[in-house]
């Protein structure tokens, strides 16, 4: 994905060698303004989500061709203010936007039908200030960070708040707008972007 260049690049996995674009500038079918992220769903179809004033999610067949555009700038059900991230549970057939400054998770079926909101914007527990990040774990609970509220929270499947790790600061049990995270085995992975690190902690002792 290049964001500021308006399309997806693929490359190969194992080589790292380019294979193909898709995309330009526009706000047509096909075409992008800030792709932010990219989620695979069943049968290879891909999943990408963008900002800048499109403010989408669009899906693709393998090969580029446009499927379906999901949603529209806005901030009722189903509309979008900078998804910033997405992630699909293909079991569940759920995708989950990070909608990010509507302060929001929606989960919507892998057609768009809206599902269900998680949150609204706030700082206490299950409330959300632009959510940045989600990591989908194996149970299909989600984590999610927050660049505004400097934590990573977690929700089940049903939207119900598990728990939280974090709070403001440059302590090594702190994070400053945290950008990024992502969890493999015990471990997650945090971009702790204000403080210039990344941090790692052990999943089982965070309480997320």
Known sequence: MRRWNHRINVYG???????????????????????????????????????????RIQVFESDGTVRSVIGRFGEAPGEFNRPQS????????RLYVADSCNHRIQVLGLDGDVIRIIGSVGRDPGSLHYPYDLVLLEDGSLLVSE??????????????????????????????????????????????????????????????
């Not at 060698?17 to 290879?44: H, I, K, L, N, S």
């Not at 997405?86 to 057939?93: C, F, N, P, Y």
């Open 13 to 55: 996995l194992e080589d790292g060698a380019f294979r193909r674009t898709f995309g330009r500038r526009g706000d047509a079918a096909g075409e992008f303004t800030y792709p932010t992220d990219v989620a695979f769903g069943p049968g290879g179809t891909i999943y990408v989500s963008e900002y800048g004033g499109n403010d």
């Open 86 to 93: 997405i992630v699909i549970d293909a079991g569940r057939e």
């Open 147 to 208: 660049f505004g509220s400097s934590r990573i929270q977690r929700f089940d499947p049903e939207g119900r708040w598990l728990g939280a790790w974090g709070s403001h600061g440059h302590g090594p049990d702190q994070l400053n707008a945290p950008w990024s995270v992502d969890r493999m085995g015990e471990t997650i992975y945090i971009l702790d972007s204000g403080n210039d690190r990344v941090q790692m902690i052990d999943a089982a002792g965070a309480g997320v």
